[in-house]
């Protein structure tokens, strides 16, 4: 059973920083893509970023939103995909998921981020 | 980036009725396109994906269509675990793009 469990969330003033841990069970993690995505209260979904596996180079791309203040990696020695989220605004407020394609779209529970001072 | 257009963004349904959403994309997806349900203060379960492949353990009375840029999520019999927000997916090119969501709601 493909399990995806974010944690790490919590409150942070402006201008302040985190990471989220998002740990990966039920599929081989090596050969995934891994994506985050975030919903602000009330709103709908925005996709954050993605990183690519190794083997498929690695790559990350953000959205423009978050480019240059949020940085996604991975340790595939834990099964564990992270964002590192710094210069936080009031804006990224919001549950961050984390998700990935196995056979269909997996998600995790998410885990809320408050960004208020 | 790709624009998703779901139509309506809200609809009221009775108990057993079917209701169709569509998800307009504003260039080609292929079939790269995946459709949530989310109830509140849930997580988005997936119900398809790759346009019309049923997610695992999703009833089939959830179908999907389309392909290039207009897709289509079918209901039927609607039961009351079913009233919830639906939100298409486009994930064939990045930034991958969400609708805006559709509110089904019991009439």
């Known amino acids: 059973e493909v399990q995806l469990v974010e944690s790490g969330g919590g409150l942070v003033k402006p201008g302040g920083s985190l990471r989220l841990s998002c740990a990966a069970s039920?599929?081989?993690?090596?050969?995934?893509?891994m994506t985050w995505v975030r919903q602000a209260p009330g709103k709908g979904l925005e996709w954050v970023g993605r990183?690519?596996?190794?083997?498929?180079?690695?790559?990350?791309d953000y959205a423009a939103p978050v480019k240059g203040r949020f940085t996604i990696s991975r340790d595939d020695s834990k099964n564990t995909v992270y964002l590192q989220m710094d210069s936080l605004k009031t804006e990224d407020t919001a549950v961050y998921y984390c998700?990935?394609?196995?056979?269909?779209?997996?998600w995790g529970l998410g885990t809320l981020v408050t960004v208020s001072s | 980036d790709i624009q998703m257009t779901q139509s309506p963004s809200s609809l009221s349904a009775s108990v057993g009725d079917s209701v169709t959403i569509t998800c307009r994309a504003s260039?080609?997806?292929?079939?790269?396109l995946a459709w949530f349900q989310q109830k509140p203060g849930k997580a988005p379960k997936s119900l398809i994906y790759?346009?019309?492949s049923l997610q695992s353990g999703v009833p089939s009375k959830f179908s999907g269509s389309g392909s290039g840029t207009d897709f289509t999520l079918t209901i039927s019999s609607l039961q009351p675990e079913d009233f919830a927000t639906y939100y298409c997916?486009?994930?064939?090119?990045?930034?991958?793009?969400f609708g805006q969501g559709t509110k089904l709601e019991i009439k």
């Open positions: 260039q080609g997806i292929s079939n790269s």
């Open positions: 997916q486009q994930y064939n090119s990045y930034p991958q793009t």
């Open positions: 998700t990935t394609m196995v056979q269909g779209w997996e």
């Open positions: 039920g599929f081989t993690f090596s050969n995934a893509w």
């Open positions: 990183i690519k596996s190794r083997t498929a180079g690695g790559t990350i």
């Open positions: 790759a346009a019309s």
